[in-house]
Each structure stands twice: as structure tokens, then as C-alpha cells.
């Protein structure tokens, strides 16, 4: 099978690239592979004529989003419907990836994928928005809603969390936000699979089980060994830009319907933890 990845140096890209074997995989950054230009895309797409996209290419700082919307809708949702006319005219398949923040988190059950969308924030709106309408052009796309992913080669939540932790007493993390934490190795096993089955519809994966962001932060800083105090703070204490969901835990009953069972988070910190120290 051949494949073409937009966004290929990202966190998940490269653990896409890192992960795909057995197929003939191209891999494009946004310099060669710009999602905003037009003409481009088609031209790859037709050069390359894959029998499969995925579309990991996006404006994914959140709290950026909010200050710079234009950019936010060219990218996540304009960028995306090109890559979506460009798999139309090729007849590839595509694999869009979106996220947890197309929901509002009012819900307190985990979200099915079947669930009304009501983003909050303007990366959560450009996300909805672009699933929307690839939906209508290409109703046999893939629209995988992954989660607070974590990985090697990019700024990371655990990253971020054990620098932290390796130069100060203590650290404030907040404890009213709950979701479901994904490690990109685990996320691009899945991506392959549902690739290979050919997979349509909305998919959420993420690993199994769920917590606040505080509880990510202690499991984190134990799994280090580190003496560091981990403490629970409210998201209004923290000021950011953006609002984020209060719970966007996934559910995971519509991976499983399509053969994907994901490890829990704690295995996958606990292996990214080892990855990270080679
Ligand atoms: N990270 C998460 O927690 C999370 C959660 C839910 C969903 N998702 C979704 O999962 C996907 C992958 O996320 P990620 O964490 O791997 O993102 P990432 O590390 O920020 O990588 C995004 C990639 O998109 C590229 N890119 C940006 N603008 C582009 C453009 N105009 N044309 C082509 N490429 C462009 C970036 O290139 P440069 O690096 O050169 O800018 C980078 O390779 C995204 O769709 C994201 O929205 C992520």
C-alpha cells in the first residue's frame, strides 16, 4: 500500500514514520507538504497517488488558536478540505485526525463518537468545523478523535512535568480537567491498523482509562523517582487563553468495534519514561 503523511514532523508524525513498516510511506513537513496551498497537495496527492492519506498536519498550539484564528481555520479546517478534495480526485482514502476538544466537557459519562459536538475554543471550532465537511466530500474518511498526546521529538505534557519536576520542590498542576492521556506510539500502531482495514467513520482512540491533568503530573513525577510535591490546583488559579473542556474523556467502544484495544496510560507513560532516557 502506498501512503502519504501531512505533518510527518510532528509528535505523531514521527512516531507514524518511526512505527510504519511493510508499506511504501512518504512523509511531508510543512515545507514540502503545505496543507494550505492548494495546487500543492493536489499535485502530491495525484504524483503520489496513495491508497491512503492521513492528515497529521495542523495548528495545534491551543492557546495560539485563540490569538490567531485566521491561521488556526487556514490550517485545521481550510488545509484540511484541501487534502480532502486532493483524496476525492485520487480516490485515496483519508485518515483525519482531530480531537477531544470538539466536545464542550459538560458531559460526566465518557463521550461516544456519536456525541453533539460544541467546541469551546477556536482550535476546538476548527477541528469541528473541518470534520463537518470532510464528512459531506468525502464520506468514507476516517475522522479519529485522539487526546492529550504524549511522544518523543516535540513538547509534551510528561516532558514538560519532569524538567519541571528536576528543579523545583514542588509544582501546582490543575485537577479539574479530565481526559484521557495517548502515547504516539500507541496512537500510530492504531493509525496503521485502521488504515490497513480501511476504517470510515468516527474513531476515538486514546489509551485506556482516564485522569486530571494533576493525576498525570504525580504519576509522572513517581514514575521518575523524583521527591518532587505534586499539587492539585483549580484551571481558574492557571490563566490560559483558551478554555479547555472540564471532561473530555473518550469513550473507547468505537475502537473496539473495529479491533483497536489500547493499553492504559500508565503502561504507556512507563514505556515512554524508558524512551525517553535512551
Ligand atoms: N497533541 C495532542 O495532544 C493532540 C490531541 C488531540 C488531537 N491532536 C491532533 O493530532 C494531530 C497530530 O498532533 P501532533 O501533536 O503530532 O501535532 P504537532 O506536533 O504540533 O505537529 C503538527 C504538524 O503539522 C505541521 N504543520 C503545521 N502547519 C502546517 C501546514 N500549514 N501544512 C503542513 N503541515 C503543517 C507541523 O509542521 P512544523 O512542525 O514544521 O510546524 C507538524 O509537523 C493534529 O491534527 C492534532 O490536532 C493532537
Not at 503523511?5 to 508499506?23: C, N, P, T, V
Not at 507538504?33 to 502530491?44: P, W
Not at 463521550?111 to 469551546?120: G, I, L, M, S, V
Request: proline residues 5%.
Amino acid at each position: 500500500m502506498r501512503v502519504t503523511i501531512f505533518g510527518a514532523s510532528g509528535l505523531l508524525g514521527q512516531a507514524l514514520m518511526r512505527e510504519w513498516s511493510g508499506d511504501s510511506v512518504t512523509g511531508l513537513g510543512v515545507e514540502d507538504g503545505n496543507v494550505r496551498d492548494k495546487d500543492l497537495v493536489a499535485e502530491i496527492v495525484r504524483k503520489q497517488q496513495p491508497a491512503c492519506i492521513v492528515l497529521a498536519a495542523a495548528y495545534t498550539d491551543v492557546d495560539g488558536c485563540e490569538a490567531n484564528p485566521e491561521l488556526a481555520f487556514a490550517v485545521n479546517r481550510d488545509g484540511a478540505l484541501n487534502v480532502a478534495d486532493a483524496a476525492r480526485q485520487a480516490g485515496a482514502k483519508l485518515l483525519f485526525l482531530s480531537s477531544d476538544y470538539v466536545f464542550d466537557g459538560t458531559k460526566t459519562t465518557p463521550y461516544e463518537t456519536d456525541d453533539a459536538r460544541n467546541p469551546q475554543s477556536v482550535y476546538g471550532r476548527s477541528k469541528a468545523e473541518a470534520e463537518v465537511r470532510l464528512l459531506e466530500i468525502l464520506p468514507g474518511c476516517c475522522v479519529l478523535r485522539t487526546a492529550w498526546m504524549f511522544g518523543m521529538g516535540g513538547k509534551c505534557f510528561p516532558d514538560t512535568i519532569l524538567k519541571l519536576a528536576a528543579s523545583r520542590p514542588a509544582i501546582d498542576v490543575v485537577n479539574d480537567q479530565r481526559g484521557c492521556p495517548t502515547y504516539s506510539v500507541d496512537l500510530a500502531r492504531a493509525i496503521i491498523q485502521l488504515c490497513r482495514k480501511g476504517t470510515s467513520g468516527i474513531v476515538h482512540v486514546t489509551n485506556a482509562g482516564d485522569c486530571s491533568w494533576f493525576e498525570f503530573a504525580r504519576e509522572i513525577v513517581k514514575g521518575a523517582g523524583l521527591p518532587t510535591e505534586v499539587r492539585p490546583v483549580s484551571s481558574a488559579q492557571i490563566a490560559r487563553r483558551a478554555p479547555r473542556p472540564a471532561y473530555s474523556v473518550l469513550s473507547p467502544s468505537s475502537s473496539q468495534r473495529v479491533g483497536i484495544v489500547m493499553p492504559t496510560w500508565q503502561d504507556a507513560l512507563r514505556r515512554y519514561v524508558e524512551e525517553r532516557k535512551d
